[in-house]
Structure formats: C-alpha cells, structure tokens
C-alpha cells in the first residue's frame, strides 16, 4: 500500500530534549516536505526536499533541522525544542514532475507533539 | 508577503445547497494551484489541481475550480452538498520552480441537514 508513514503518532517532551520525528515514504518520490498545523494559520511549511542530499527552508524553519541521505526518509529534527514548537506536524511526498512541479502531495498521519 | 488568502475562514451551506469557498493568491511566477481537503482528525487529501491546462478544473466529490488569471483566483464550488463535504478546505499555491508551497488560513466548511 501506497503510505507515508511518521513516528512517533504523539509524543510529549520538555523544554530542551532533543527529539526527532521520522518520515518515511514508500512511492519513491523524489520531493517531501514537512509542515505544522496551528489553529487560524493553516499549514505552514518547515522545510522541504527536491531529491537526496537536496533540502531548502520553506516559511518556519527555526528551531528545526532536517536531512536527506535516503530517498524513502526525511526526519525532522527539534534540537532544543521550546513551548512555542507545540504543533501538529505533517510529513507529505510527492512527485517532481518536467516544469518544475510538484504533484499530488501524500500526506502523513500528522504528529502531535507537546513541549512543556 | 501573504501568497494566499482564504477569504472566508468559515462556510456553512445547507445540504443540497451548492459550495463555493474563495482562494486568491499572488505570485510572480504562473503558478501551480492545489485544494486540498481534511476530515476531522484525518490527513489531507487532494481534491484538484491546475498546472497550466485547462482553467477549469474537475476534482473529485464532484468539486471543481476555476483558474482566473485576470483575477488572480481559484475559486472552488460544488453544485450540491453533501452531509460529508463537512471539513476544512485549503488551497495551496507553489512559488516558483522551487517547490516551496503556501497553504492559505482555511476554510472551515459546515453543512447543516
């Protein structure tokens, strides 16, 4: 089955512990992408990768990294998370089409993450 | 620089009623336009997208959007709803050729019987 897979589901952690949420592909997608979902402000896009190795910042990538060494994953990583990083996160691929276009995005399951 | 407005945060129809919920958006570029959908509690779904084919464009559920240059909008209706057309609605735009994507606020849509 076609899926993006993400981990953990929830998860609750303080002020200042590392932590990373695995994105996980199975359609060999060259693009992923990952967002946070506030109430009022819609999906804002953290960062975002057109292919391994090949990653850019997207509207709010403080306080987040990310990396590209496989193609089927794409973790998001908070190194010191803070209050204002609880979200709901979504990790979505797709295909990167001729044109410099994305395609359908698959979404993730969505991460609800708490930081105290 | 906002790239996508929502016009309308919430839209209530009765059933049976048509559905239109407002997308405008600016950008230098001719771009790529998406909605996408999402159930309570769910992930998103894509209802439709305009690449540089035709304007007007038919999804899925029976939802279709217009692509309106002159008027920098990407309206999407449907002529009847349905009890299940009951979420949130975003419309998304690409900037440029670099795959970064901008979701508008949402648009909360309830159907009431």
């Known amino acids: 089955e076609a899926q993006v897979t993400q981990n953990p589901r929830y998860l609750i952690t303080v002020t200042g512990k590392k932590l990373t949420v695995t994105c996980s592909q199975n359609?060999?997608?060259?693009?992923m992408s990952w967002y946070r979902q506030d109430p009022g402000l819609g999906l804002r896009q953290i960062y975002y990768?057109?292919?391994?190795?090949?990653?850019d910042k997207g509207d709010v990538p403080e306080g987040y990294k990310v990396s590209r060494k496989e193609k089927r994953n794409f973790p998001l990583i908070l190194e010191s998370p803070s209050p204002n990083q609880t979200s709901l996160y979504f990790c979505?691929?797709?295909?990167?089409?001729?044109?410099?276009?994305?395609?359908?995005?698959?979404f993730g399951p969505g991460t609800r993450l708490t930081v105290l | 620089a906002q790239s996508v407005t929502q016009l309308d945060s919430h839209v209530s129809v009765s059933e049976g009623t048509p559905v239109l919920l407002r997308c405008n958006y600016s950008s230098s570029y001719s771009p790529s336009l998406f909605w996408y959908v999402q159930h309570p509690n769910k992930g998103l779904q894509l209802l439709l997208k305009y690449t540089s084919a035709a304007t007007l464009v038919k999804g899925i559920n029976g939802f279709e959007a217009e692509f309106k240059k002159s008027e920098t909008s990407f309206h999407l209706t449907k002529p009847s709803a349905h009890m299940s057309d009951a979420a949130e609605y975003f419309c998304?735009?690409?900037?440029?050729?670099?795959?970064?994507?901008?979701f508008g606020a949402g648009t909360q849509v309830v159907v009431t019987p």
């Open positions: 979505a691929s797709s295909l990167w089409l001729a044109g410099d276009t994305t395609d359908t995005q698959y």
């Open positions: 359609m060999n997608h060259e693009y």
């Open positions: 990768s057109m292919n391994v190795e090949v990653t």
């Open positions: 998304v735009v690409q900037l440029g050729s670099w795959g970064k994507l901008q």
